[in-house]
């Protein structure tokens, strides 16, 4: 019999933890000058500390420290009065120096928690996921797989190596184990890591995109039987790199995990790769043999030995909690929930708000950058701030609100910007994009639309009032979508003596 | 009792990646319990009030400023490698480990 997310769930309580490494945004390494530009050409920003040639010594960047301490006291950790580096010693062509440099028993952060909102049949709930460590290190090279027929490592015949990534500064997150979520162990997943990456943001440390790598998680998952109080032997999927994939990883280890065990299986402690295709894992190397990484303090480099007056100075620089500025945002504007979700997952939270600063009222800008800007954004395949910038959508919006344009003549002028015709009032006077309120210009026009449609005109004489919809139809055309509508409207009947 | 055993000696010489003959680990394996034997008694010698370093200079925080200084050409950080191809380094066959 084969167990699907339910029944599996009828019978194991899962257990997660969650390892997320974050790229910090610092100009430099972590341990050497080098520029961190992404995309650069390969082997164009190494130098011989990043390619570990013999001699040569290594120099925190500070900057990397800070960022680091800030992580921690964001997510209440400790900050440890005493911290050191140490080698990850292991073979393999990613990290030229044969060790990466990491820290081991001494990481700079420990102790804190993050709390995730999930919501669950009885409403929002709160899980708290409690933090083991913040720790730094280094990020590695990129490998490209040659003459096997996927790019994977199997079936190629050699590996050609690109270390402009080498030794960027890397933080690496990890969870205690997280107990008790049940049903919902994927959402929590999914809450905790979108919760984090909302944070790293708002802290400014990390350009977060994890479709980029600079921010990737690590899913670890064991099952236990229900009431059996038994931690069981856990996978860690390795490299999950979206949010939805976060919860479908967790819903697919899962699934596995569960039929493995019914049919009396053993679980293997083993790295698994996700496959984003298909939502599976398949298994990468066994850890039995990885893990002896012989990790020894690095002695290139001194403690790091952070005192209170730097933390202080540090914790003034926090800025005010993501959740604590949406619900104060949501508030101010009088944005329903369902709205203010869809300004978060469009990730244009920060951009309405600008547009908003700037004198913009919040109804209208978020109805900009959500409806037309994002629509054109989605054909282009671009983000809509790539689009307008925060200053062209507060002017538009400021004409609409004066009356100089309509939101038919708008949209036109919303056009003309991306298509890189000007600024709003260049694209407004190059177009001829003003409305029409020249009452005799509009009596034209009106005029013109009787004299085609003298029958209409009679039918709304008479007092058939829907009738004149037709006729203001006509009369937008003749002005070329530059009259206001109401005011023709007005024109229109009293002129038809209604 | 030995320090090390010939096991973990080879253990050690496989995560190197240095490939021995019996007859060198046999010798090794009694070398390096010679040197950890050695360096025990160096531990025995140190009091409670001497704490573990890994620096012979008390000195913490050493930082650099986040500034960025020029790299080596692709050229220059090629120079040493055994071979390249498209401005990376070429390497032999990556078995498996992913």
């Known amino acids: 019999m084969t167990l699907n997310y339910d029944s599996a769930l009828a019978i194991y309580e899962p257990t997660l933890g969650l390892e997320v490494h974050v790229e910090l945004n610092t100009k430099s390494k972590m341990f050497c000058g080098c520029a961190t530009e992404f995309g650069a050409q390969p082997n164009t920003q190494t130098c011989p500390v990043c390619l570990g040639l013999p001699g040569s010594l290594p120099v925190v960047n500070k900057r990397a420290i800070e960022s680091s301490i800030l992580i921690g006291l964001a997510l209440n950790c400790s900050i440890a009065p005493f911290s050191r580096f140490a080698r990850k010693n292991y073979f393999y062509p990613d990290m030229p120096k044969n060790f990466q440099t990491s820290q081991y028993d001494e990481p700079i952060c420990v102790n804190g928690f993050l709390d995730v909102d999930v919501e669950t049949d009885e409403g929002n709930k709160t899980f708290r996921v409690e933090i083991e460590r913040v720790h730094m290190e280094e990020d590695t090279g990129k490998s490209l797989h040659v003459g096997g027929a996927t790019g994977r490592i199997h079936g190629a015949d050699h590996s050609l190596l690109d270390y402009n990534r080498a030794g960027i500064p890397l933080v690496e997150i990890v969870t205690k184990i997280v107990p008790n979520t049940g049903k919902y162990a994927p959402l929590v997943a999914r809450a905790y890591v979108a919760t984090l990456r909302d944070i790293l943001r708002s802290l400014k440390v990390s350009d977060v995109k994890m479709e980029q790598g600079s921010l990737r998680c690590d899913v670890n998952l064991s099952l236990s039987k229900i009431g059996s109080g038994k931690l069981g032997t856990r996978s860690e999927t390795k490299n999950v790199n979206s949010l939805r994939s976060v919860e479908r990883a967790v819903a697919g280890e899962i699934i596995r995990h569960a039929n493995r065990l019914e049919s009396g299986e053993k679980i293997v402690q083993e790295t698994r790769h996700f496959l984003e295709e298909s939502g599976e894992t398949r298994p990468g190397r066994s850890k039995e043999q990885a893990e002896d990484y012989r990790y020894f303090p690095e002695p290139d480099l001194v403690p790091v030995v952070p005192d209170a007056k730097w933390i202080e100075e540090l914790r003034t620089l926090l800025p005010e909690k993501p959740a604590d500025r949406r619900k104060r945002l949501q508030t101010a504007w009088a944005v329903p929930d369902k709205e203010m979700n869809a300004m978060v997952n469009a990730e244009l939270l920060d951009t309405v708000e600008q547009t908003v600063l700037l004198g913009a009222d919040p109804t209208k800008a978020r109805s900009w950058w959500l409806g037309e800007i994002s629509r054109i954004a989605n054909d282009k395949a671009v983000s809509p701030t790539d689009l307008m910038s925060v200053n062209d959508v507060a002017q538009i919006i400021e004409l609409i609100s004066k009356g100089e344009l309509t939101d038919k003549l708008a949209r036109q002028v919303v056009e003309g910007v991306i298509a890189k015709e000007g600024s709003p009032s260049e694209v407004i006077a190059k177009r001829g994009l003003k409305v029409v309120s020249d009452d005799s210009q509009l009596m034209k026009a009106i005029e013109e639309a009787i004299a085609a449609a003298p029958e209409t005109a009679e039918k709304v004489r008479g007092g058939n009032i829907p009738a004149a919809g037709a006729l203001i139809g006509a009369v937008m055309k003749l002005t070329g979508g530059q009259a206001d509508a109401a005011k023709v409207r007005e024109l229109l009947l009293k002129h038809l003596g209604q | ?98």
């Open chain 2, 1 to 98: 009792m030995a320090a090390i055993s010939r096991d973990e000696v080879a253990n050690l010489a496989r995560l190197a990646r240095i490939s021995m003959s019996d007859a060198e680990l046999d010798h090794l394996a009694g070398e390096m319990d010679v040197i950890l034997g050695a360096v025990a008694r160096v531990q025995e010698v140190a009091g409670a009030d001497v704490p573990p370093t890994s620096h012979p200079l008390a000195v913490n925080n050493v930082t650099r400023e986040d500034v960025v200084t020029p790299s080596l050409t692709p050229e220059q950080a090629l120079s040493g490698a055994p071979a390249s191809s498209e401005q990376r380094f070429k390497v032999p066959q990556i078995l498996g480990e992913e």
